[in-house]
């Protein structure tokens, strides 16, 4: 009876086991699935690459009518890949380059003053933000923290999972390196 009832168990576990690599195989290894994860590694890079112009450009400028710009070039970049980026990713950028289009309609042209309370107001919270997205203002709420460039940047990482990549890659690597030790 007991023998009937561990025979029992180990089929129930092979049969779950073999459900997981299943899964396993449609979720990772599928055509879908890779071409997704490249249409990822697409966008994300694409997106880097545009936000790094952007940036070096705010930097060197400062607070700029040419942040709007940037924005809507990021916005036009995300909308053309919308059918590969999840919800939430969209959500988190949409915040980061509505960011950049207030700072780049609220900003003076270069060497021009704004000339009415209005325009310096609006100026002021331009600077604000532009002070947020480069890392300048250090005391940060809940939404301000979601702009920051580097939040941008770990959160694209974050959709290709290269943190868990590294990880991985490094285990491998000190596994590899304790067997030829072992032998």
């Known amino acids: 009876m007991v023998q009937v009832f561990r025979d029992h168990a180990t089929h129930e576990r092979a049969q ?3 459900q997981q690599q299943l899964d396993y195989s449609i979720g990772v290894t599928s055509h879908m699935a890779n071409l997704t994860f ?3 590694v697409e966008f994300c890079e694409a997106y880097m ?6 940036f070096v450009k705010l930097m060197s400028q ?5 942040a709007a710009g940037i924005a809507l070039g990021l916005k036009l970049l995300r909308v053309k890949h919308v059918t590969w980026i999840s919800p939430d990713v969209y959500r988190k950028l949409d915040s980061f380059e509505q960011a950049l289009f207030i700072i780049g309609m ?3 042209v ?9 325009d310096a107001i609006a100026f002021k919270e331009a600077q604000n933000l532009y002070d947020i997205i480069t890392g300048k203002k250090k005391d940060l709420g809940g939404d301000e923290e979601e702009i920051v460039i580097t939040k941008i940047i770990e959160h694209l990482q974050g959709i290709l999972g290269i943190r868990e990549l590294f990880a991985l890659r490094k285990k491998a690597i000190l596994d590899a390196v304790s067997r030829l030790k072992e032998s």
């Open 62 to 66: 400062g607070p700029t009518p040419d």
């Open 106 to 108: 609220s900003s003076p």
């Open 110 to 118: 270069k060497g021009e003053i704004p000339s009415n309370p209005k």
């Open 49 to 54: 690459e545009q936000t790094t112009q952007g």
């Open 16 to 18: 779950m086991l073999q």
């Open 38 to 40: 490249d249409k990822h």
